[in-house]
């Protein structure tokens, strides 16, 4: 009987023998510098959050990806044809040019999220080009992990956030009471009588949810098990995550009840949450192995996972056929110039239309009168504008309060860019109790009249109504992503990215109806804006 003891793919003599290096070392380096240039800025805005709490286990995903399809190394040595043929592989190229151009957009529109995705795509193209689909067939899985490291765009952060603190919080409080104790919940403050426990954005579970995902995906990529199995693993990630950290919050009131407020604050809180993420990871692998106890094919615990390692023997990289394929090479010709001409946008200079600067913003416009506000040093540098004002304007007839703040940024690529309120208000504390749209009487544009987002938060019994559009090169937006559309048009079309946020504040007494707010801000804007032309310019 022939032994089978070891029964990996071996290579045939004449192919490991073939290849000409020189080419194949040529257009990877190529394809890498491409590749690196053209998604530079996404790269070093994802890196800077692997420093955050959430990403923290993202600088790990690239380096286990790779392990994962070195892996593979006998399997796609295996896939390639002799003659170094790969069914397929002229459609990676159509996948590259896609993702390159999924870059230039994500570029001249300042959405990261896309030119981060982008980037994955062009690595699943590139892949498909050089191996073709059998070969990709082999490591789709391990090129899908990548996507956790690439952070949620901030405005589905934060709505995911707030769900998360309202479930955590609802489910805390069940916690405490099954103890006996009294407590109130308002929101997402915890009302223990002698202390109040806010559970803040950090608490929402966020930080171990992301990890957890990642760490379940890669348990269901190696777990020996049907395909429901895997699934159902990696599912569960969820509710695990969701059920410990409204375990961590009950038990913290607990605690804060019985021997006072310091057993939420310090060490001890940031203890609790390792162990919380320890017992989340215990209760995965017990999930594993009571999966593994009732499936038809039980095995020990050594053997529940696959973490083969290649015959090294054949060299540590596979060898993909004597010379590189044409698909291979028009996609790393395809990198290379699309990374020098990254180079070249990237040294394009806006034009920048002539206007006023907003510290001449007149403090007195009509019946109003205003007094200017500065913002602090550490809010400027993460917002990154380029000018702005920010007044409080009261009217002399006693119609009450306007705060105006219009942020101007002569280039919005780079990251530099607008922020939506929509996504800062929850951020800061406040309720959104109404999101919708209404047209200010008397207020006129190119395009008829003026349409604004309509906001009305709430903090405790605060309550205010906001109005806010992006002034964009003689646009009035009131939607995000066709903000980022017009800049991607108009920077390829008329090198200008310039444009504004106007916001517009007013605050609502106990008693006043939401329609009296809304006048006061009509009869600001019909005021002010015939002269904000001046300070961002159509």
Same mark, same amino acid.
């Given at each position: 009987?022939?032994?089978?003891?070891?029964?990996?793919?071996?290579?045939?003599?004449?192919?490991?023998?073939?290849?000409?290096?020189?080419?194949?070392?040529?257009?990877?380096?190529?394809?890498?510098?491409?590749?690196?240039?053209?998604?530079?800025?996404?790269?070093?805005?994802?890196?800077?959050?692997?420093?955050?709490?959430?990403?923290?286990?993202?600088?790990?995903?690239?380096?286990?990806?790779?392990?994962?399809?070195?892996?593979?190394?006998?399997?796609?040595?295996?896939?390639?044809?002799?003659?170094?043929?790969?069914?397929?592989?002229?459609?990676?190229?159509?996948?590259?040019?896609?993702?390159?151009?999924?870059?230039?957009?994500?570029?001249?529109?300042?959405?990261?999220?896309?030119?981060?995705?982008?980037?994955?795509?062009?690595?699943?193209?590139?892949?498909?080009?050089?191996?073709?689909?059998?070969?990709?067939?082999?490591?789709?899985?391990?090129?899908?992990?990548?996507?956790?490291?690439?952070?949620?765009?901030?405005?589905?952060?934060?709505?995911?956030?707030?769900?998360?603190?309202?479930?955590?919080?609802?489910?805390?409080?069940?916690?405490?009471?099954?103890?006996?104790?009294?407590?109130?919940?308002?929101?997402?403050?915890?009302?223990?009588?002698?202390?109040?426990?806010?559970?803040?954005?950090?608490?929402?579970?966020?930080?171990?949810?992301?990890?957890?995902?990642?760490?379940?995906?890669?348990?269901?990529?190696?777990?020996?098990?049907?395909?429901?199995?895997?699934?159902?693993?990696?599912?569960?990630?969820?509710?695990?995550?969701?059920?410990?950290?409204?375990?961590?919050?009950?038990?913290?009131?607990?605690?804060?009840?019985?021997?006072?407020?310091?057993?939420?604050?310090?060490?001890?809180?940031?203890?609790?949450?390792?162990?919380?993420?320890?017992?989340?990871?215990?209760?995965?692998?017990?999930?594993?192995?009571?999966?593994?106890?009732?499936?038809?094919?039980?095995?020990?615990?050594?053997?529940?996972?696959?973490?083969?390692?290649?015959?090294?023997?054949?060299?540590? *990289?596979? &060898?993909?056929?004597? #010379?590189? %394929?044409?698909?291979?090479? $028009?996609?790393?010709?395809?990198? =290379?110039?699309? !990374?020098?001409?990254?180079?070249?946008?990237?040294?394009?200079?806006?034009?920048?239309?002539?206007?006023?600067?907003?510290?001449?913003?007149?403090?007195?416009?009509?019946?109003?009168?205003?007094?200017?506000?500065?913002?602090?040093?550490?809010?400027?540098?993460?917002?990154?504008?380029?000018?702005?004002?920010?007044?409080?304007?009261?009217?002399?007839?006693?119609?009450?309060?306007?705060?105006?703040?219009?942020?101007?940024?002569?280039?919005?690529?780079?990251?530099?860019?607008?922020?939506?309120?929509?996504?800062?208000?929850?951020?800061?504390?406040?309720?959104?109790?109404?999101?919708?749209?209404?047209?200010?009487?008397?207020?006129?544009?190119?395009?008829?009249?003026?349409? *604004?987002? &309509?906001?009305?938060? #709430?903090? %405790?019994?605060?309550?205010? $109504?906001?109005?806010?559009?992006? =002034?964009?090169? !003689?646009?009035?937006?009131?939607?995000?992503?066709?903000?980022?559309?017009?800049?991607?048009?108009?920077?390829?079309?008329?090198?200008?990215?310039?444009?504004?946020?106007?916001?517009?504040?007013?605050?609502?007494?106990?008693?006043?109806?939401?329609?009296?707010?809304?006048?006061?801000?009509?009869?600001?804007?019909?005021?002010?804006?015939?002269?904000?032309?001046?300070?961002?310019?159509?």
């Amino acid at each position: 009987m022939p032994d089978m003891s070891d029964a990996r793919p071996r290579v045939e003599p004449a192919r490991r023998a073939g290849g000409n290096a020189g080419s194949w070392f040529l257009t990877f380096i190529l394809a890498i510098a491409g590749l690196g240039i053209v998604f530079w800025d996404g790269l070093v805005f994802m890196a800077e959050h692997w420093d955050t709490e959430e990403y923290s286990h993202g600088s790990l995903i690239p380096i286990i990806a790779a392990f994962l399809v070195w892996q593979q190394k006998d399997a796609l040595q295996a896939a390639v044809q002799p003659d170094g043929r790969r069914a397929g592989a002229a459609v990676g190229v159509g996948v590259v040019l896609f993702g390159l151009f999924a870059g230039l957009l994500g570029e001249l529109s300042t959405v990261y999220l896309i030119l981060q995705y982008g980037f994955l795509v062009t690595i699943y193209g590139a892949a498909l080009s050089l191996v073709g689909w059998r070969g990709l067939r082999l490591i789709w899985a391990p090129l899908l992990y990548l996507v956790f490291m690439v952070p949620l765009p901030s405005f589905l952060y934060v709505n995911l956030s707030a769900e998360l603190q309202l479930i955590s919080s609802q489910i805390g409080v069940a916690v405490i009471r099954l103890f006996g104790i009294p407590v109130f919940l308002e929101g997402n403050v915890i009302d223990l009588g002698i202390y109040k426990l806010q559970v803040v954005e950090a608490c929402s579970g966020l930080r171990y949810l992301f990890p957890l995902m990642s760490f379940g995906y890669l348990c269901a990529y190696l777990y020996r098990g049907p395909l429901w199995h895997r699934g159902l693993l990696f599912a569960a990630t969820i509710p695990i995550t969701i059920f410990m950290n409204s375990i961590r919050i009950g038990v913290i009131g607990i605690l804060v009840d019985r021997w006072g407020i310091e057993q939420a604050e310090g060490a001890l809180h940031l203890f609790e949450g390792w162990v919380v993420f320890m017992v989340c990871v215990a209760i995965l692998f017990a999930g594993i192995v009571i999966l593994n106890r009732f499936s038809r094919e039980r095995r020990p615990l050594a053997e529940m996972f696959r973490i083969d390692l290649p015959d090294l023997r054949n060299g540590w *990289v596979p &060898r993909l056929g004597r #010379a590189p %394929g044409r698909a291979w090479i $028009v996609s790393a010709l395809l990198l =290379a110039t699309a !990374g020098a001409a990254s180079l070249f946008l990237a040294d394009r200079s806006n034009l920048l239309p002539p206007r006023e600067e907003l510290s001449a913003f007149p403090l007195r416009v009509g019946d109003w009168h205003g007094q200017r506000r500065t913002i602090e040093p550490p809010v400027l540098r993460t917002l990154k504008l380029t000018d702005y004002a920010l007044m409080d304007f009261i009217n002399s007839k006693g119609r009450g309060g306007v705060n105006y703040y219009v942020a101007y940024y002569e280039s919005q690529r780079k990251g530099e860019a607008v922020h939506s309120p929509r996504s800062c208000i929850p951020g800061d504390g406040w309720q959104i109790e109404y999101l919708g749209k209404t047209a200010v009487d008397g207020v006129t544009t190119g395009s008829g009249k003026l349409i *604004v987002n &309509r906001v009305v938060i #709430a903090k %405790g019994e605060t309550r205010q $109504v906001v109005y806010y559009w992006f =002034a964009q090169r !003689g646009r009035h937006l009131t939607n995000e992503y066709l903000v980022k559309w017009y800049l991607f048009w108009d920077g390829l079309t008329r090198n200008r990215t310039d444009g504004a946020l106007v916001r517009l504040v007013t605050p609502l007494g106990r008693n006043e109806p939401e329609s009296a707010a809304d006048g006061r801000l009509g009869d600001f804007l019909r005021d002010t804006f015939p002269i904000l032309n001046e300070y961002v310019p159509d």
